[in-house]
Structures are given as C-alpha cells and as structure tokens.
C-alpha cells in the first residue's frame, strides 16, 4: 500500500481507502451484518489501509459505531474522517430523498460530540460538510465553528464532501479558497472526469487533497452492471438509466485496448488512473466483502500508468465530451 499527504494538513493517508457507508446502508445491493463489517474493516487495516471515511447518518449512526468498535485502542494507528450535516434525529429518511440540513454551531457541536462517543476517540483526523450547498460554502460562521473545533484539538482538519450528485464544481472551487479546507471529496471515474479535472487542477493549486467516490462508475468498471443487469429501486444504483448503462459500456470496450497491453484488467485500470493522477489524495472503492477489500488494496503497488497511457485516455475523453457532454453529466448516486 502506498500512502499520500492529505492536502495542507501533512496527514498520511493510504490511496485507496475504505468508504465505511456500504457498512452501514443496504443501498448497494447487499446487507452486511455487524460481524462482517468488523471483519471488513479489520481486513482493510491488514491489507495496509489506513484511511476510514464514514458520514453520521449512515445507518444514523451504525457505520461510526463500528469503526470505534473494529479500532477500540487503535486509535494512532488509523485516520478516522467522519461527516455531518444532515438533521437525521429530527426527521425520518424516505427512500433517498436528502434530509433537512443544519450547519450552525449548535448543531455542528452536538453532531460531532454525538460521532465522537459513536467512534469511542477523543478527536476527529477530519470532520467534514456533507454535501453543503453554495450558501453554506459561503457562510464565514460555519467555517468559524470549525476553525474553532480546530483550535480546541477536537479535529485536525476538515473536508468539503460535495452532492449528492455529480457536479457542483463552483462549490468545490469556492470551498479551496477557504484557508484550512484541507480536502474536496467529489464523484469521479474514468468515465465521469467532469468537474473532477477542474478540481485537481484548483486542488493542486491550492494544496488541497481530491477525494475520489464512485470510482467504479456505479458497478460498469467493475463488470457488476451491464446491459442486462436489473438494479432494484433500493439499490442507490437505480439512478443510472438504460441509455447511460449502454452508452458507458461502449465506452468501456474503448479503453480495453489499454487495459490489455498494460496486463490489467478494467477494474485495475479504473483505479490506477485515479491514483497515477496527481493532487487526488485517496480514492474510496465501494467493496461489499473482504475479497473486493484485498482486490482493490492490491492495486496500490507504485506501478502507475504511464504518461501516454494517462494523454491516450484523456484523448478519448475529450472525444467522449465532444460528441455528448450531457451524457457524461448524468445523475450519480449520493454518499
């Protein structure tokens, strides 16, 4: 595993990491049990993964209380990143319709004391905004607080996690100018790179670390979903239309050539071209077992892919854009 600086804030964090909200949530077509999402936690942490990034809604509360029970007396041995924002002890969640939001001090204090009783830790390595909205990115007040929980030692450092969909590239931009953002967390994949370049240019620009979810393309990069495949309307999945489903997998076959000659499969290319990018400080697979942990884990082993690998895939996207830049901005699940 090969681990790279989060941003301004010196921390070390593995590049792949372990999104905890599939531990939490049935919404990627399976239910985990508390065994074995201790299991899959534990497995990540052998397999050199250091990085758990988590929200306090999953599961309203099930995914933090996990990790503080997979890594009770471990706590310097991992970097614990959770988020808030979403109102989820005051209103009942109906499908995947988002959740009142509330960022104000009073609030953002109950959240993170609620988190750091589930974690069973003192101190947060990050906190971040869930999917604020520009009004919250622009509120000097929120960002206060959080300098203040700063100062206080109660966090290192804080992320800006934009959504729920794909987009919302003016956020990201805006949120890098704030002094101690430390890290954006944004949809991106080799199929979806919009307004994911824009934001490792502005993040290496301004030493903020890019935070990759979605790497896989909801299930087409890693071969789960294809023409044929019928996701269930539970499934946080459902989003994707037959059209993109069939526009996406034409695509895939673009990139085999490249996959082929570089002996990797499409998953392992996926991720190896979001960790040869410079600026993206890890990326948050989505695994549903320990088998996908020590798949994903294994591709972090320093063979990047070449320059020209990195230009003829950029050419191909371009072309992709060119020919229908709606496509490339369809809908992406929340996380």
């Not at 990034?53 to 933090?64: H, I, L, P, R």
Request: hydrophobic fraction near 35%; aromatic fraction near 10%; include cysteine.
């Amino acid at each position: 595993m090969k681990y790279k600086k989060l941003g301004k804030s010196g921390i070390k964090v593995s590049e792949v990491g372990f999104g905890a909200w599939t531990i939490a949530l049935n919404w990627w077509g399976k239910e985990i049990d508390a065994d074995e999402a201790k299991r899959m936690l534990k497995k990540a942490y052998d397999c050199g993964i250091n990085f758990f990034e988590t929200g306090d809604m999953y599961g309203k509360g099930k995914s933090e209380k996990l990790i503080g029970e997979a890594f009770k007396g471990m706590r310097d041995e991992v970097v614990i990143s959770t988020k808030y924002g979403y109102d989820f002890e005051s209103a009942e969640q109906i499908g995947h319709k988002e959740l009142p939001q509330k960022f104000d001090d009073k609030f953002t204090r109950h959240a993170l004391e609620k988190s750091l009783e589930r974690l069973q830790t003192d101190y947060l390595d990050m906190y971040g905004l869930h999917n604020p909205k520009m009004f919250h990115i622009h509120d000097d007040a929120i960002f206060k607080t959080l300098d203040d929980l700063k100062n206080e030692r109660k966090i290192k450092t804080y992320q800006i996690a934009l959504g729920p969909a794909i987009g919302w590239e003016n956020e990201g931009l805006d949120a890098m100018k704030r002094d101690n953002v430390t890290a954006v967390q944004t949809v991106y994949n080799i199929l979806e790179q919009t307004p994911g370049n824009q934001l490792i240019s502005s993040g290496i620009k301004n030493d903020v670390g890019i935070l990759v979810r979605v790497p896989d393309a909801s299930g087409i990069l890693t071969g789960k979903v294809n023409a044929d495949t019928k996701i269930d309307e539970k499934d946080h999945r459902s989003v994707r239309k037959g059209e993109w489903i069939k526009a996406s997998l034409q695509k895939v076959e673009s990139l085999r050539p490249i996959a082929e000659r570089n002996g990797l499969s499409i998953t392992e290319l996926a991720i190896k071209f979001i960790i040869s990018k410079n600026g993206i400080s890890s990326v948050f697979p989505t695994v549903i077992s320990e088998e996908e942990i020590e798949n994903f884990a294994s591709m972090s082993d320093g063979k990047y892919l070449s320059d020209s690998d990195m230009k003829e895939i950029d050419q191909l996207y371009n072309e992709w854009w060119e020919k229908n830049p709606y496509e490339l901005k369809a809908t992406t699940p929340t996380a």
